[in-house]
């Protein structure tokens, strides 16, 4: 079965700074995907970031990235030039590529990040 | 295109009550997904659905029931309401997909508040 951890509870930062969130997982699959996605308080689950786990390349979404470390099974979240709107649980879930609907999303238990003035 | 939407946004129950969950989404998506949301826990799969007329249990079916009779709606039921049903309920949808296609993201509904005394 496949875990999502995220060791960090609760984060901060300035306004203006940089910010990485953790995830790690655990899985046997060698072909997936993984997500960050954004809780804010309106509760709405926003999509931030998507990996495939077949490309090498760390996907980027403007002041979003992520590092994917496939044989450590990490992908953790940058945020630069944090901004007030970055406040928000973020979520890091995991996916497996085959199987169709029975694809379900796993998640892990959130890192609330309160981005400071 | 509203996307996903859940109705009520909130309520409240009285424990043995009996109420349902509305989700709707217009992107023709066959794939529908219930989650619940507590504190610590991240989101957990209630049920999902392949298609239209097909249901499946998720990680936490127990006193939880749906049904999807047409493609764009998948109603979630409560027969008998317990404290331990407190929680936010999320509807998720996506494509079936192809290798690395953005349809495979999952796209939530912004979250139905449920507090059952």
Known sequence: AQTVTQSQPEMSVQEAETVTLSCTYDTSENNYYLFWYKQPPSRQMI???RQEAYKQQNA????????FQKAAKSFSLKISDSQLGDTAMYFCAFMKHYGGATNKLIFGTGTLLA??? | NAGVTQTPK?????TGQSMTLLCAQDMNHEYMYWYRQDPGMGLRLIHYSVGEGTTAK???PDGYNVSRLKKQNFLLGLESAAPSQTSVYFCASRSPGSCGGAEETQYFGPGTRLLVL
């Not at chain 1, 980027?60 to 590092?67: D, G, I, L």
């Not at chain 2, 909130?10 to 009285?14: A, C, D, P, Q």
């Open chain 1, 47 to 49: 999509l931030v970031i």
């Open chain 1, 60 to 67: 980027t979404e403007n002041r979003f990235s992520v590092n």
């Open chain 1, 115 to 117: 981005v400071q003035p």
């Open chain 2, 10 to 14: 909130f309520r409240v129950l009285k």
């Open chain 2, 58 to 60: 998720g990680e936490v």
